[in-house]
Every structure is written in C-alpha cells, then in structure tokens.
RNA sequence: GGCCCAUUCGUCUAUCGGUUAGGACGCAAGAUUUUCAUUCUUGAAAGAGCAGUUCGACUCUGCUAUGGGCUGCCA
C-alpha cells in the first residue's frame, strides 16, 4: 500500500488548546514530515453548546509560535476545503442517511429527559443504561415504530437523532500502530449517536470518519482517550464500504498531572504553578485568564523538545533536538505506551540548556525586547552581547532584565550583605585608588585592564577577591553577576568612574 | 459497576530471553570560581505481586493488585 500519508490534527475549539492537544499536533506533523506527508488542520466545531469564541484563532497562533506548519485546513485553504466541520454541515446528513438506508442506523426520537430518566432508572437499580440492542427495538426509534409514523413525527418537527446500530455479539478486531491488536465484542457498545436534528450537526463520531474518508487520511494519531470508540469507528468506515482505504490508527499515551492521578487538566496549573497551555489565554466569556509558556518566558523550540520527549525517545541518549532532527528520528514504534506524568522541572531545564546554547546573535532579538519593555534603547549588538554574557544564568526570558540590567542601568541602590562585606576598612581607600588606576588604563579590553589590574593588585598586596568584590559593589550592587572584566569592558571606562564615585558618595564606609 | 489500556529509580525513559539493568531531570556530596550562576566528578535511587513457559526471564503467558481512559443529542 503505497498512499500518500495525509495526517490531520483536529481540535475542537472549545477553549484553548491545552500541552496534550500540542503535543499530539506535534506527533502528527513530526510523522507527516518525517514521510512526505500532508497535515491537515480541521476544525471539529460540532458542538454549537461548546463553542468559544476565540479558541480557534488561539489554537491556529499556538501551532504557529510552535513551529507546526500546516500544508492544508483552516487558514490555508486545501482541495477538500471547508475545513471547518460547521461550514460542511450537508454533507453529513447525506451520509448520515445512507447509513439509514442501508439498516447500519436508525432514526430515534427520544428526549433527552426520557434518556435522563432511563438512566437514573438504571443507576438505582445498580446498573448503566445503555442504548443498544436490548432496548432499540422498544423506545421510540424507526426499528419500533411505523414507517408512516417516523414520516409524521420528522414532518412534525419532533427532534430526532440518528443512531448506529451496533451488530450484536461480534468480536471486532483492530490492529493499532502503539498498542498492536485489540478485540473488542460489539455487545458492550453502545448505539452512540451520528446525528441530531436540534442544531443540524453531526456528532464527533460520524463527522470524524466521514470527513477523514474524503479528506483521504492516511493516519489518525490521536489521545488514548479515542481508544473506546476505535471499535465504533471500525464498524463506521465497514458500513460505509470503505474498509480498504481505512487509516490507520495510532493511540498516543495521555499526559498526566506532575502528581499522578489523572490526565492534565486546566485547574493543575494554577494550582502548581506552571502554565498547561502554549500561549496566554483570557476567557472572552469568564474573563478567567490562563498562563501561556510563551508569555512565561519559554522559548518556543524548547518547549516542542520537551514535549517531544513527553512519551517518545528516539533509543539514544540525545536529548536536545531542533525540529528538523526531531523529524529526521520520529517514529510511531517509538512512542511509549503507558502514560506521562508531566514534568516543570524539566521543561525549565529544556529551557536553559537553550539558551545555553544560543549565540549573541541569536539572543539579540529576545534581549532587546526586554530592554524596550524597560526603555532602554541600544544597538541589537549590544543587546546581544549582555545577553551572551549573562545567558549560563537564564532559565527563563522573564529573568533576562533582573539578569543584564547593572549593564545598562547603575545601581541605585547596593546590596546590604555586600554592603557590610566589603565597604569597610581600607577598602573605601582602595578603591580609590583603583579608580584612577582604571582611569589610567589606554586599552580598556577585557584582557588588557585584567592583565593591568591584576599586576596592581599583586603590587599592592591586596587579595583578588576583597578587590573584585569590592568593585562589584560598585559596579553592579550586588554580589551576583559574570566575571568584573566583562563589566568593565561593557560599561566602559567613563562609566566605571561614575559608578565608583557614586558608591564613594552616597553610601558611607562602616567602622 | 461494565468495557478497554497501561505498570523499570521520586519523575521522563533505555533494554526488543542471557547487561555490574544504562541515560536524563530532581536530590545529596565534592571540585572549579572575584560574587551569583554555569560546568565537572561522585553518590543514593527501579523491574507491583504470585504462578507458569524456558537451560535462563525486566523482557513471553495467565491471574491478582495498582494506576488511567471511556461509559453524553462533548470532543
């Protein structure tokens, strides 16, 4: 079988997109571009009672700040287009009534009272209501009634719903790409709807395959949480007749809470502070706002690597991947089975080693949008280069000011521990001194003024320490920062002398 | 309750019948260091339980336990 792989991912947008739903995104275009293959973007808007506003341009900037290029779907257009499920409402019915016709499905009129009731019925009696077999041929379905009273009840304008009729006691066998063969016996499914008159729309099941059929998908890859229904949805594509071109399907493990105990949910970060979704996100109805690791200080490629190896590794022990090489080692075989317990540490330690690993170059952009947001205006040069300096120490973006800011900014105040250290004994006097030293200096590089005030320091019998320190509060303020040298170099000489004087002034010496 | 899926260090995982069960995060100790970090070294830390198959099981089978998913005119 040599078919085009076309893979689809297809969120509903019923809020934003949560890490799971990333990830699955990601899994799929990895696979996609792995085998030359097209992703598909699809809008499951079927539930006009879920529909949030908003949700779907979220989840169309989410993949996009992730790197998940989409070849077809909303948003870009593709031959199967509308890829929005609400804008291809006729075509379901259509099917939806073939299935009728063919006696794989029926209509049903109950209410979803009369159901509610049934079930509570059930639940007393220590059972579950299920609509199947033993109860489809005794309530109000096109199997009980009339041909003729089915017609009145639909020309009367009685709501009805179109059901599958499961076949009873039939082992259904599937075979699936992460977890091998499954069996399921057809007597423990349920009739599960395909459609409803109420708003004219397909259920996710009907929907799903009908659409997944015409839009030629090769491979569904999807949460654990579809695995129930992959027996219904084997019966559909039978019933249809298109078991020949059925996808195939691949079960992903879900993501669980960092505590155990259930799939992630929203509640989970707020609770343990750390964001469940890519990107910011404000209710437009609630008001309610969610964090995003975008707007948390992660860097993009970082949180796709950490996700990436949320359920998947490649059988090697490399851990940082760019897309490309993400795509170059992805493989279905190698997505585990059982389920992930989602890590924060981890995906800040993701973080880090990024940044550890980014040039001045490529840190200059993310730098100078913090110096903007903090009305510094400088060369992408010199942003750059504060931020290489300083980039061992960053975990997140949102760290990156308290981190560079003694570059541009002089202490306005010094830090009281230091204070107490060092502005003491012949220390005021020493650094002085230094200063004209400092002063004195021609070639004001890193290497020179190191090699110059390293003999002084040897000359004058001070330690390297009580002098470097003691500068450093002068300096930057506070006992924290990279190496004095790379100060000196950035701030320059003028600048040197100013802070120097500044600390001599307004702070005075203890003892 | 029923059906389905899963089960290796605290966590993410490697191992596709024969290994001193490897790596990473986190944790602890040490080293480096002008501060804070970084980095490096070292350490503690695992096959849920019970049967079976086999010369030999973490790996295969069964049962039990535990965890999870589904059980909607939601996806």
Redesign the pocket.
Known sequence: MNREVRVRF???P?GPLHIGGVRTALYNYLFARRNNGKMILRI???????FVPGAEDYIIESLKWCGIEIDEGVGVGGPHAPYR?SERREIYLKYAKQLIDAGWAYY????????DTL?KEAEAE??????NFEVREKLPTSLSLSAQEVEERIARGE???V?FKIPKDEVVAMD?L????????TS???D??LY????A?????L??IVDDHLMEVSHVIR?????????LHYLLYRAFGWDDTRPQFA?L??L???T????L?KRDGDKMGFPVFPLFWQSPTTGETSRGYREDGYLAEAFINMLA?????P???Q?IFSMQELIDAFSL???????????P??A???N??YF?RMTAEELAPISQSVLRAHGIECSDELAGRAANI?K????LTTELWDLISFFFVAPNEYDEK?VKKQWKGENPKMLAEFKELLLSIEDFSKENT?SVVKAWIEEKGF???Q???T??LAL?G?????????VTEFIGKEECAKRIDNLIKSVTPLE
């Not at 049903?108 to 159901?115: H, I, K, N, V």
């Not at 949460?223 to 027996?231: A, D, F, K, V």
């Open positions: 297809a969120p509903s019923t499951e808007d079927t539930d006009s009672q879920r499920q049903a009129f109950d209410t979803p009272e009369e159901l079930r220590g059972k579950t209501f299920a609509y709501q009805w719903v059901r699936d992460i977890r091998g063969h499954v069996e399921v016996n423990t499914l349920d599960k709807v409803k008159s109420v708003d729309l397909p259920t996710y099941h929907a799903n949460g654990e949480e579809w695995l129930p229904s992959l027996p079960h493990p879900l669980l809470k960092p155990g105990g259930g799939k949910s190896l949320l359920g998947w590794n059988g090697t022990e851990e075989e190698r997505v585990s089975k059982a389920g992930a317990r989602f890590q540490d981890k800040k330690w993701f880090a080693q550890h300083m061992e120490r960053v975990t230091l190191e330690s390297l320490g002098v470097m320190n500068l450093r930057v506070a006992g924290k920062g990279p190496g004095m040298f790379d």
